[in-house]
């Protein structure tokens, strides 16, 4: 242990009370060179969580901990990096040495990093290679790709699981410590006939990469936690480290828990800073009952503490989260509060429809604009990324730039652009570059074949007997003449446009589980998709409405636009965790999607399903927005029938805390008409021509 740090003044001044505790819990202990008993810090939405943070790692070196012997965890590097650099400022303060590079973390970063830099310690003594090889997301599918085609999974004449599914349910039955059959169950149903040979694909993956020194993603967390079970690694270890502080503690999963038990087995010098109401990442193998059971997972007394002011949100925002989380069975009582007293109640808006949704959306976002809120600072938030495909379309046709992030834009989607493409060619045969997109989407057509094939269209006729007399390739000819079978439905005369967006969807979605490893969610964004479609009154004019800002590429993380420095965001809520906005839009506020009508089975899954919408009451600071449409698109009520059901508002907004809300309805958007009038009256081409004569 270092000596205590001399303050020339108090760096920790304007902490409040809360925040002041936590950062001095235990420091008497450490003062007198005993470790401090395990903390939990519970830190409510906005209530200076990494400050609070950053402020206990700086104390701690202030009163003698040596910054060599802290581990700090973090869910990402930038984080890792943030804290380091702020809990140097705050030493540098307190000493008035203009600097801190003595107080250098030696050990700050992710589970990840971490795990592998002590594997590559231990590894001799762990039978591994130091110089392994982390695979990538990216590898790991492609060894599974391997090992599933040398024992000819993927050759029974069944569908199986795509590599990109497969390392899906591994690592999330490596990370949640679940049997296989529970994950296959409760997550991957449609897979659940093929639990043997996922065991013997799964076998034989870890057999390749040990035999090639190769650990992924995953191995860097289950080899640390298995390594600490050996009683001379695990002390070699724990030798290492004097305290321990963990960030996010509700986004760790079992194996991250094994770690933490098997570093401070008693909690001695373990902090774990996190919220049990923003736990919302089950999906990703992350368990609530980690931050739940923290107090009884220790043979030593735990410190709890709870961060209760709000920075961010007025008060009215606040009131209202309360009581929608204060219904949460199991949880740690904690009433959030601000300061900022002014600013009206949430409004609860009921809409008839979609399109109402998105009138609303837009009015609002435009009003504020007006008020000196800039785009940057107001957000769109929705459960899932599908359920942006109208407002995406509307923002476009008003030329509102934003960015779009936990999902794809949903017209730069590879299967919706895809379809469009489809679409196009039936409204003008004379597009090579969609009929050029189009062809490719059939098995066995490439480049080539797709040229020749537009030859063949160059020649004249329809369109479908065009493709007839190409002469495709053996392995292509079924599809070709399905896809010619298509084309000539939709460019009949007699199929009305409503019925050719679904013929359109049901055509491409024969093709999805050879495009893609994960086909449902496209699956969704298709019917999206076509509901869509269905509400312009031609194929003519929705083409153009779509074509109004053609994208370029599809990506992860839209980027900023390049047509203006100011941006609205879009987001889904589990991508918006961590940010505020000035206003916040939160779309589809019914039971159905929030909770998901896929996610009601048990009350884990409820509660999961609370969390969410709890958290994106919480980013906004002064205007929040919840929208209930009337008549709401729910994808899973398609089977019987009208795909359009008559919506509830969420389960999660009970009468009883109507009080905390401003209620308020608005009608449908006006239905636009179309001249009726036909034949040529102007001759624009000529026009058009006559001008460079």
Known sequence: MSEATPRSRDPFATLNAAQRAAIEYGMDALRAGEAPGPLLVIAGAGSGKTRTLTARVANLILNGADPRRILLLTFTRRAAREMTRRAQALIADATASGGAGETELDWSGTFHATGQRLLRLHARQLGLSPDFTVLDRSDAEDLLD???????????GRRFPRKGACLSIYSLAVNARQPLEQVLKRQFPQYGDYEEELKRLFAGYVDAKQQRDLLDYDDLLLYWAEALRAPQIAEDMRRRFDHILVDEYQDTNAVQEDILLGLAPSGAGLTAVGDDAQSIYAFRAATIENILQFPSRFPRAVEVVRLEENYRSTQPILAAANAVIAHSPRRYQKELWSRRTGGGRPMLVTVEDDRAQVDHIVREILVRLEEGVDLKR???????????????????????????????KFLEAAHVKDTVAVLRWAENPRDQVAGFRALQILPGIGPGNARRALTEVDRGGPLAEALQRFRAPANARDEVAALAELMAALTDARTDWSTQPNLARRWYARHL????????????DLEQFERIAQTYPSRGRFLGEVALDPPEAASDDAGAPLIDDDYLILSTIHSAKGQEYHAVYLMNVVDGCIPSDMATGSEEEIEEERRPLYVAMTRARDHLHLLVPHRFYRTAQRRHGDAYVTAAVSRFLPESINDHFERCAEGGARAETESAATGATVDLKSTMRDMWR
Not at 146 to 156: A, K, S, Y
Not at 383 to 407: M, Q
């Open 146 to 156: 391997i090992v599933r085609n040398d024992l000819e999974l993927g050759q029974r």
């Open 378 to 408: 107001q957000a769109v938030l929705m459960r899932a990324g599908w359920h942006s495909g109208s407002l995406e379309i509307e923002l476009t046709r008003r030329n509102i730039p934003f960015v779009k992030y936990g999902g794809l």
């Open 513 to 524: 589980e050879r495009l893609y490893d994960n086909p449902q969610p496209r699956e969704r």
